[in-house]
């Protein structure tokens, strides 16, 4: 079903889910004057965040340093109103609370093929000496407060660029400009990372599709035209699909260029928006009619992650892979599994199996037939495959799998490369 514009939720309190109405909607101004409408199809709605009055837009400062905040949650602690320069307070756009409104069974928003999710931004780059190309900024929509990396370099081989960087999932898709990308450290010899005058100058938009940022090069990463950074006036689209997304951005430097069915990696749903990239820009940007709208409500999908030292956390599995954890499916939750430290038979964590792991695994013997202790159950191991989850005690059985991976004292069990049979 749709959903409506969430500004009016209190007065339709009762309404199910529906779309294709305004999910959120702000132009940093307090409402809508005649001197501050644009060609968007907008309404006199009193703007979401506290903006002081008149025609404003946010703008993204160039004396930033590039230090990274502690806490740091989406807006770059030095946006500011253009008019005025009054400082902007607030981190993210919590989208929570209005999707609470309208359903208080839903703290998410996500977008489908059926009902798509679609982001809006008015952007405006110094439409001179290229300084399009070495502005930073990126509009993102995340959720668990999990937003996309900020410290990624393309991948390339003896300086040779690809248009990718390494994997880094995270819960949360991103679009716009992004020279930091550029591993000018490691190559400053680059044609990119030594223009004429200035700073790095990145030849097209990247996008991050919850795994990677890759540039949006011709035909990369599917067929299609490259996005140019635009200087001058653009609005972008962000048409978030099942599996896909879709970016056009509409500027007078180039026209209309659409991207279609990009892949999308992180296909979960959505809690925030975020502005600003935590990164010093050379250049500022300007930022006006921030819109979501369409898709449909849902709640975030979490699940028990055991991790490596035996603790258990209900996150997303994105979340749980870059924990370096064990993801036990949509649903689960830490109260129903057991998390088992890796190795399981490093009792006491120094890093070895040797006699005083033997001497804590001791404890836990209950002999054959009789039920183990509580907090003994990583202990009970498959009889043939040395997994956990036997035959409900710990005996002499679960002792030989114990005995395979024991190492001495000080010689570490390396969980890729374990004694032989042993199963860590």
Known sequence: ????????????????????????????????????????????????????????????????????????????????????????????????????????????????????????????????????????????????????????????NDCVLTNETPSNPHNSIAFGGYPKLLPCVECPNLPECQPPDGPPLLNADAFYNGDRWTLLETDVPVPGPALRPAPGASWWTITIKTDTVDITVD??????????????????????????????????????HVVLSGGYLTTLVTGACCLVDGSCNNVTAAECVAQNGTWNGEGSICAGVICCPVPWADIDFDGDVDQVDLGLWQRCYSGPGYAYAEGCECYDRHAVTGMQGGDGDVDFSDFIWFGYCATGPTVPLDIYNPPANCMP
């Open 251 to 288: 500027s007078d430097a180039y026209g209309v260029v659409t991207r279609t069915d990009i892949p999308r990696y992180h296909t979960g749903p959505f809690q925030a928006i975020g502005l600003g990239s935590c990164e010093k820009s050379d250049y500022p940007s300007y930022i006006d």
């Open 1 to 156: 079903m749709r959903w409506l514009v969430a500004v009016i939720a209190p007065l339709i309190a009762a309404v199910p889910v529906l779309a294709e109405g305004i999910v959120f909607w702000d132009n940093f101004d307090y409402g809508w004057g005649t001197e501050c409408n644009s060609n968007r199809n907008q309404a006199a709605f009193t703007t979401a965040w506290p903006i002081v009055g008149g025609c404003n837009s946010l703008q993204v400062d160039d004396d930033y340093d590039g230090t990274c905040p502690d806490g740091f949650r989406g807006w770059d602690p030095l946006f500011y109103v253009e008019h005025g320069r009054d400082q902007f307070l607030q981190n993210v756009k919590n989208l929570v609370p209005l999707i609470y409104d309208l359903d208080p069974s839903m703290d998410a928003v996500n977008g489908s093929n059926e009902e798509p999710l679609v982001l809006e931004v008015y952007v405006n780059m110094k439409p001179d000496n290229q300084k399009e190309r070495a502005t930073t900024f990126w509009i993102q929509l995340f959720a668990a407060d999990d937003l996309a990396p900020n410290n990624q370099n393309l991948i390339h």
